[in-house]
């Protein structure tokens, strides 16, 4: 928890994307530089059902997930990169 509320208090760069899942849901990332690599700081989960699931260094996991651990790669990993605003009205829903 440390590490990631650390890595949002004092990040210069944010970073936004999505992307779809393959059970119709909808996920958004907010991600800082650190050491070379993109670190997951928020991540937003709406779902098929229209849920929404919030995940930062205030709310690490729950019943239905977690902030993923692992850091992300735009050039591999299957994200598209969205504007700041639009990360934020999914995440203040």
């Not at 070379?36 to 700081?41: Q, T």
């Amino acid at each position: 928890m440390t590490y990631f509320r650390a890595l949002d208090e004092n990040a210069a760069l944010r970073r936004h994307f999505h992307y779809a899942d393959e059970e119709g849901g909808l996920w958004y990332v907010e991600a800082v530089p650190d050491c070379g690599e993109l670190i997951v700081i928020k991540q937003a989960e709406l779902t098929s059902a229209g849920q929404l699931h919030r995940y930062s260094w205030e709310h690490l996991e729950d019943e239905h997930g977690g902030l993923t651990d692992q850091a992300i790669d735009p050039e591999e990993d299957p994200l598209e990169a969205i504007p700041a605003d639009e990360f934020q009205r999914v995440w203040t829903r």
